[in-house]
């Protein structure tokens, strides 16, 4: 029999066998079905119009019978709609950007936040992150969940943490070597420019301890992974998470298996769904990752379709975890872009433009990745009436324009005025994207 990584976090849990595990995910299924069931009365309203109570959750096989949850449904109860906790137990709220204006929030307790950190801390020793690594933390810090994420589960394995959050390149390389940072928490466009930028200024490799990074919160390839390798000198591993189950730690990479992501399934129950029909897939088939919350009090999801094209790998991991491991992430079924780490819609583009003098209801987004960033062109049609005006006024409404979308969308554009009628008509579903990133190997 193989023996277990020496750098599992929590062995006892991590190598849990699978009977002992499906027995503890259906105790704490049943007990979130009940809660839900209870405090949240949307979910209440769609069991009963299902004919299912929580009575009839009897095997992990009756997850099946339960509703699903959608993004628009955290949209359509903003903002506490969908929490099953009191007001006075919600300690911190997060949020990320959904299909209008208004944000998808999540609202944690106490007891969610040491389960976030827990998850975490897992994440980190499937990297071979321990207590005397130093772990810079260049995410985001703030409403996104992957600052304060990372930094909850690097202080839970008692790492000294950097929490230099994203930006001021220099700096961060400066703090990087001056203060030994072991392992590296960003999003794998920022480690690229990190990685570009110590080429480009001749920094010595040599004086970095650096060797380890968790990245996620954007699609990145097999390629992308080779490029930051090499620039870095380390080893590059995916992490996943989504702000509607937790946020950063549902799912990470192993230093042993590679190339699938281990889902910490006393705490997530992985569906993989038919795209289609919703039916669940057997392990091995490619279809959009279902999940379900067993532990989350403030804010449980209950069969939440995440439009995640993956599949569940049957294979046992070399790193003697049990937990199940899913594919790298193949695509999306939805229209969502994953731009810099923010989720964008092209709703929200069009929700942002209608109504203003000058501006025609026609738009294309054109997404690129320009020197391993992200860049977002939004093409907006003029109305026919300004073509022969006079230029200070285009150039003033281009302005309004600008400003108008990236309030809504938390994210800097290069926005492009197009004559009339210059953006393609579709008889059918109009075409509102074109992706020129290669995303997905």
């Keep these: 029999m193989q023996q277990p990584s020496p750098h599992i976090w929590n062995k006892h849990v991590e190598t849990m066998d699978r009977a002992s595990l499906?027995?503890?995910?259906?105790?704490?299924?049943?007990?979130?079905v009940r809660r839900v069931y209870q405090n949240v009365p949307v979910y209440r309203e769609r069991m009963q119009a299902a004919g299912v109570e929580p009575g009839d959750i009897r095997s992990l096989k009756d997850l099946r019978l339960l509703p699903f949850t959608q993004k628009t449904d955290l949209r359509d109860n903003y903002p506490y709609g969908l929490f099953a906790a009191p007001q006075e137990d919600i300690v911190r709220v997060h949020a990320s950007s959904g299909t209008t204006g208004k944000p998808i929030v999540?609202?944690?307790?106490?007891h969610d936040l040491q389960v976030w950190a827990e998850v975490v801390a897992r994440c980190l020793g499937c990297a071979h992150v321990h207590k005397n690594d130093t772990v810079q933390v260049s995410y985001g810090y703030g409403l996104f969940?992957?600052?304060?994420?990372?930094h909850g589960g690097a202080e839970r394995i008692g790492a000294k943490v950097v929490p230099t959050s994203a930006g001021n390149t220099k700096r961060q390389l400066m703090l990087m070597q001056d203060l030994g940072t072991t392992?590296?928490?960003?999003?794998?466009?920022?480690a690229l420019l990190m990685g570009?930028?110590?080429r480009d200024t001749g920094m010595d490799l040599s004086?970095?301890?650096?060797?380890?990074?968790?990245?996620?919160?954007?699609?990145?390839?097999?390629?992308?992974?080779?490029?930051?390798?090499n620039l870095l000198h380390i080893t590059a591993l995916d992490i996943y998470g989504l702000t509607e189950t937790m946020g950063p730690g549902v799912a990470m990479e192993c230093m042993e298996g590679r190339y699938g992501l281990h889902i910490w399934e006393d705490h997530f129950i992985p569906e993989?769904?038919?795209?289609?029909?919703?039916?669940?897939?057997?392990?091995?088939?490619?279809?959009?990752?279902?999940?379900?919350?067993?532990?989350?009090?403030?804010?449980?999801?209950?069969?939440?379709?995440?439009?995640?094209?993956?599949?569940?790998?049957?294979?046992?991991?070399?790193?003697?975890?049990?937990?199940?491991?899913?594919?790298?992430?193949?695509?999306?079924?939805?229209?969502?872009?994953i731009i810099r780490g923010v989720n964008v819609f092209p709703s929200q583009v069009e929700a942002s433009i209608v109504g203003i003098d000058g501006i025609a209801p026609r738009y294309l987004l054109v997404v690129d990745r320009v020197n391993n960033l992200d860049v977002l062109e939004v093409q907006v049609e003029l109305a026919p009436e300004l073509l022969a005006d006079e230029v200070r006024k285009i150039e003033?409404?281009?302005?309004?324009?600008?400003?108008?979308?990236?309030?809504?969308?938390?994210?800097?554009?290069?926005?492009r005025l197009m004559e009339p009628g210059s953006i393609e008509r579709s008889e059918g579903k109009s075409k509102h994207v074109v992706d020129k990133r290669k995303l997905y190997d």
């Design 196 to 198: 570009e930028t110590m």
């Design 396 to 415: 003033d409404l281009s302005h309004r324009v600008q400003r108008s979308i990236e309030q809504v969308l938390g994210l800097s554009v290069k926005l």
């Design 106 to 110: 999540a609202g944690y307790t106490q």
């Design 207 to 229: 004086k970095l301890k650096l060797r380890t990074g968790m990245f996620g919160a954007e699609p990145w390839t097999e390629g992308m992974r080779d490029q930051i390798q």
């Design 272 to 337: 993989i769904l038919d795209p289609t029909t919703g039916e669940p897939l057997p392990d091995g088939e490619m279809g959009e990752l279902c999940i379900t919350t067993i532990t989350k009090e403030g804010m449980p999801t209950i069969r939440y379709r995440t439009h995640d094209l993956t599949c569940i790998i049957p294979e046992p991991c070399p790193c003697g975890r049990t937990h199940r491991r899913i594919r790298r992430l193949h695509g999306r079924t939805d229209d969502m872009l």
């Design 22 to 32: 499906e027995a503890l995910q259906l105790e704490r299924l049943q007990e979130t």
């Design 145 to 150: 969940t992957g600052g304060l994420g990372l």
């Design 183 to 190: 392992a590296i928490a960003c999003t794998p466009s920022y």
